[in-house]
C-alpha cells in the first residue's frame, strides 16, 4: 500500500520524543567564537608591546601573543612576518607615540625619547636592531630637521644630528638597562645608588680624587635631570658652531 505523505501534517511525535517537549527542550550554549575578523594589525601591535613590558623581549611569543587575543598564530601571521618584524613594529608605534606627545623642541623630543625608554626598558635594545628600519629613521628624521633649523651648516649637519641621537639612544638606552638590571635583581636605585657611593667613598684618594669627590653626588644625582643636562651641553656646541658659520658668512 501506498503510503500518503501530507506536506501540512505535523506529526506528534519524532523518535519517541513528543515533539513539544523535543522543540521545548534547552538548547545548549555554544562556546564563544573566536574574534579573527576582527583582529588587526594595531591590535596586535598594542599586545605585544603590553607583553613586551611585562615580560620584555623573551616573555614575546606567537604562542603567548595568541592566547592573548584568542586567536590562533596563522591568523597573527597574516599581519605579521616574524616576532623580529613585530618588535620592530611595536617600537615604531612607541617612539611615534613619544613624539607626538612632546613639544615641537628638540629639548622636547629628547625628552620624551627618554621617559619612553624609561617607561618600555626594551626598545633601547629594540632600536639598536632596527638599525636602518623605520623607528631609527623616523627618530633621526625629526633630530635633523632640529639641527637644520639651528641653522647649522650642511657640512655639520650629519655629525651634529649623529651626535644627538646617540646620546639620546645611549644615554636613556643605559638608563632602561639599568632599571631592567635593578628589577631582575630585585634592588630599588637609592639602595643600589647608597652602595655604589660608599664604595666610591672608600677608594684611594691619590688614584681617585674626582670620583671620591662625586660620591655624594651621585647618591643624590637625578637621572632625567643630568640626561637633559647633557642635551643642553650639545646644544650649546651646536648653536656655537651655527654662530660661527653665520659670523663666517656675514664677513665675506
Known amino acids: 500500500m501506498a503510503i500518503v505523505r501530507e506536506w501540512n ?15 521545548g527542550m534547552p538548547k545548549k550554549s555554544r562556546a564563544p567564537q573566536r574574534r ?19 615580560a620584555g623581549e ?3 611569543t606567537f604562542r603567548a601573543l595568541s592566547e592573548r587575543l584568542a586567536t590562533g598564530p596563522g591568523a597573527i601571521y597574516w599581519h605579521i612576518a616574524n616576532k623580529g618584524d613585530l618588535v620592530v613594529a611595536a617600537c615604531d608605534a612607541v617612539i611615534a607615540g613619544a613624539m607626538q606627545a612632546q613639544g615641537d623642541t628638540l629639548h622636547g623630543l629628547a625628552a620624551g625619547m ?7 626598558p626594551w626598545i633601547g635594545s629594540a632600536l639598536l636592531q632596527a638599525a636602518g628600519q623605520l623607528p631609527m629613521v623616523r627618530l633621526f628624521e625629526r633630530i635633523g630637521r632640529h639641527v637644520q633649523a639651528l641653522g647649522v651648516p650642511k657640512a655639520g649637519q650629519w655629525a651634529a644630528a649623529s651626535a644627538l641621537l646617540h646620546y639620546v639612544l645611549g644615554v636613556g638606552g643605559q638608563n632602561a638597562a639599568n632599571r631592567l638590571s635593578a628589577q631582575e635583581r630585585e634592588i630599588d636605585r637609592e639602595g643600589f645608588l647608597g ?5 666610591w667613598s672608600e677608594l684611594d684618594e691619590a688614584e681617585y680624587p674626582f ?3 662625586m660620591a655624594e653626588q651621585l647618591q643624590q644625582h637625578d637621572d632625567r635631570a643630568d640626561f637633559l643636562a647633557g642635551i643642553d651641553l650639545i646644544l650649546g ?3 656655537g658652531m651655527a654662530g660661527t658659520a653665520a659670523r663666517k658668512r656675514s664677513s665675506r
Open 9 to 23: 501534517v505535523i506529526p506528534s511525535s519524532w523518535n519517541g520524543i513528543p515533539l513539544v517537549s523535543r522543540c
Open 36 to 54: 579573527e575578523d576582527s583582529l588587526s594589525r594595531d591590535r596586535i601591535i598594542e599586545t605585544a608591546i603590553e607583553l613586551l613590558d611585562s
Open 58 to 60: 623573551g616573555g614575546l
Open 114 to 120: 627618554f621617559d619612553a625608554m624609561d617607561e618600555h
Open 195 to 199: 652602595e655604589v657611593s660608599i664604595a
Open 211 to 213: 670620583t671620591r669627590s
Open 237 to 239: 656646541g651646536i648653536s
